[in-house]
């Protein structure tokens, strides 16, 4: 294992049946060991990397990454961000604990270990959720101490679109449709390229524009922080811009994570015009062609409501009445919905826990 930027402080010792392990402290802002650890894992995701805190760190949020090792081999860990707000000091473990390979008993020690920091940190909550790929269920002694509750607006559905199998295979689960669209957007001449650093100004009107129709505020917020998380993934290639031009003009473009073995289409801009060109369908088969050329195995929409999951889980059909415009766009290309691991929340306090659990989450229940 390289060294670390910033030297992990010996925590503690875990003695196990396969033999003693080491739990450290990660205090360095950026950890290329344990970003290549999590890279490695089908559990790994950008959300527990020191990629997203540093980027994190960049609107105010503070790190406090716990690695787990045997011998000088990294066999697990967990990455909170936390941040000091109004009602104190919240924090997330979002996609982590991590373990590989993976290990109920040792989850269920670092979700353990996950709470004893919460309470050292000081956080009134944590909000945790389990990575995509994580074994099924907490354990009993888990629920005790997590209330299943999703304050936080994790996602807890997505869409998933295997290229490993090659484009021939993915575009023969298309719908007819969506491949008469793509056929019709390159007969009329839409260009796909790969954008740059000097594309980030474009790309953050566009989403502003698209924001503005949706009525929600952009997300990243300003230019600043794009260009922030560029100059962060960028060296590593963790991100990727890609840009559709109609006539001269660009009127859609997709910001993409790169981590592990998928590629997450994280953000995307549209600003309205050339409709008839399929634009938006155009990118995201651009997008799957280059995660199967690059050797990647999933494609991650990152958007789908819970309602279309299960709709398409129960085998029934979808339509335009019966889901949203984006998330039957999203089920042309032929993937597979995934229901993730619920969002829980750890709150130190006792009373507090006792009271977010049988009267808050009621309430949330029933309206």
Known sequence: MNEPADPYRKIGTWETENGPLTVWRSPGLTDAPWDDFLRGSPCGQYQQSSLWAQYKACDGWNHHRVILTKADRILGGFQILWKKTRAGRMGYANKGPVVEPPDAGLTRRLNSLLCETTRELGLIALIAQAPDESLPSPAPNEDAVFVQSNPGSLIETTYLIDVSEGMEVVRSRMRPKLRKNLKDGRKSGTIIREGSEADLPLFFSLMSATCARKQTPPNPSSLEAVRQLWQIFAPSKSIRLVVAECEGRAPAAQLNLVFGNRVSIWKEGWDGTYPNWHTGALLEEATLEWAHAQGLKLCDICSLSRSTALRLLAGQKITAETVSSRDLFNVRFGGYPK?????????????????????????ARFR
């Open 339 to 363: 229901i993730l691991p619920p969002a829980r929340i750890y709150l130190p306090n006792p009373m507090l826990r006792w009271a977010y659990r049988h009267v808050l989450t009621r309430f």
